[in-house]
């Protein structure tokens, strides 16, 4: 006599042992699902969509370097470049609290191509930035960028690649 086993317990089960006993049932469905092609489409969107998570990290870590001459220039105090730090920061609160809307109002595509934007708006002014506050907003631009970025790049990623691919295409990003 046993235990009283739910009928989803028992197919588990049932599925368990078939598969211990005809591994190659298991691995053929692995293999099928790996044998999916990769379009060129796919791979041009993923490598593009992919620098977004190239972006995030340089504009992350380009202040680190940037930090000495920044000061220098502008005569900065440490306040001043505590704040220089943290603006993008507080553009990513505002592109986290936009993005969402933004990709499903417009689509993933249109919100990976007005982060594109934002990036290159963002990079200008910081190039050519003559004052702090310049550079403050260059920060925020960039910010928001990196915040939208993470939402549209991943979403649009995983609704274009094949199941099989998913894990692969999305993880480009990081």
Do not use: W
């Not at 317990?9 to 790996?34: C, D, F, P």
């Not at 001043?80 to 553009?91: C, D, K, Q, T």
């Not at 809307?101 to 982060?115: A, H, N, Q, S, W």
């Amino acid at each position: 006599m046993g235990f009283p086993v739910a009928p989803s317990a028992v197919s588990y089960i049932e599925q368990t042992e078939n598969t211990q006993l005809n591994g190659a049932t298991m691995n053929h469905a692995r293999q099928h699902k790996n044998d999916e092609i990769l379009t060129p489409f796919t791979i041009r969107a993923a490598a593009t969509a992919s620098l977004g998570g190239v972006l995030f990290g340089y504009d992350l870590g380009v202040i680190s370097g940037a930090l000495p001459s920044l000061t220098f220039s502008f005569n900065l105090t440490a306040e001043e470049v505590e704040s220089a730090v943290a603006f993008l920061y507080i553009g990513s609160i505002l592109g986290s609290l936009l993005g969402g809307y933004i990709c499903d109002k417009f689509g993933r595509r249109t919100g990976i191509i007005l982060t594109d934007v934002l990036f290159i708006l963002g990079a200008v002014v910081l190039a050519g930035a003559p004052t702090y506050g310049a550079v403050l907003l260059g920060r925020v631009l960039v910010g928001v960028a990196v915040s939208i970025s993470a939402i549209a790049d991943v979403a649009y990623l995983t609704e274009i690649s094949s199941e099989g691919h998913r894990g692969a295409l999305v993880s480009c990003n990081e």
